[in-house]
């Protein structure tokens, strides 16, 4: 019985970032930062990478990751969703290794920030309740103050339930919302099985991440802010 599984996964194409899982960061690939916080979280029992590519492979390994299998390239195209992705890395250990796991947690190396406590205190916070999925956010951006494009006019996305103009009020007079920031996932095993997805809304617990733990990598200047808020990391230390 395996109580938390992390499953990172990584695949080699990226047509914004080529090469982006493994590009260097501070002189580090990038998803070294995620096996790193995922095997400095002792209630994780098994890290594993799911990826299409030899070189993130050998990485991945090199870094501390477990990559038993190739990831079939029918799941490593620029449509291929990520529940499959983590279904097959799980299902590859129930059918190869014959076990029983309750929990994945899934970790995107685009999350280099995200650190070992932050997926401790998701699990515990998993661990307490029962929910079917919890992942990780950050304070979004009011949907009132979002718009929807119907017949080039600009449609209010949401309206406020007291109808008041939210364009005339503050931002911390708003209702406070959040976001998913992509960082952690944490899915029941057998909801996973039973639905296809990470996440079910009606029952999804949630952890608190600040902005810059939250930053997702997807283009050349997420990529450039993450490198210098590392060095300021480093120069504070």
């Known amino acids: 019985m395996i109580k938390f599984v992390a499953i990172i996964p990584a695949r080699g194409g990226s047509k914004e970032l080529p090469g982006k899982n493994i590009k260097k960061i501070n002189n580090r690939p990038l998803i070294e930062y995620t096996i790193e916080a995922a095997l400095g979280c002792d209630l994780i029992e098994r890290v594993l990478c799911s990826t299409d590519d030899e070189e ?50 899934t970790l995107q190396p685009t999350s280099p920030l995200r650190e070992s406590i932050h997926i401790k205190k998701a699990i515990e916070t998993f661990s307490k309740n029962k929910f079917d999925s919890l992942i990780s956010v950050q304070e979004g951006f009011p949907p ?42 944490i899915t029941q095993r057998n909801y996973l099985k039973n639905e296809g997805s990470l996440i079910n809304p009606d029952n999804c617990g949630y952890i608190l991440m600040d ?13 450039t802010l993450c490198e210098l808020i590392m060095k300021n990391n480093l120069e504070k230390k």
């Not at 983590?86 to 796991?101: C, D």
């Not at 119907?150 to 996305?157: D, I, R, S, T």
């Not at 902005?211 to 990529?223: A, P, R, T």
């Open 144 to 185: 009132w103050w979002s718009f929807l494009n119907v017949n080039a006019k600009l449609k209010p996305f949401a309206k406020l339930d007291n109808q008041l103009n939210a364009y005339n009020l503050e931002r911390q007079q708003l209702p406070k919302v959040f976001e998913a920031n992509g960082a952690i996932y």
């Open 211 to 223: 902005k810059k733990s939250s930053l997702d990598i997807d283009d050349q200047i997420d990529f």
């Open 56 to 105: 993130i492979s050998k990485i991945a390994k090199s870094a501390g990751a477990e990559v038993p299998f190739k990831r079939p390239s029918v799941l490593s195209t620029d449509t291929a969703h990520t529940p499959p992705v983590i279904e097959h890395a799980i299902n590859f250990l129930e059918i190869n290794e014959n076990l029983n796991i309750d929990n994945i947690i």
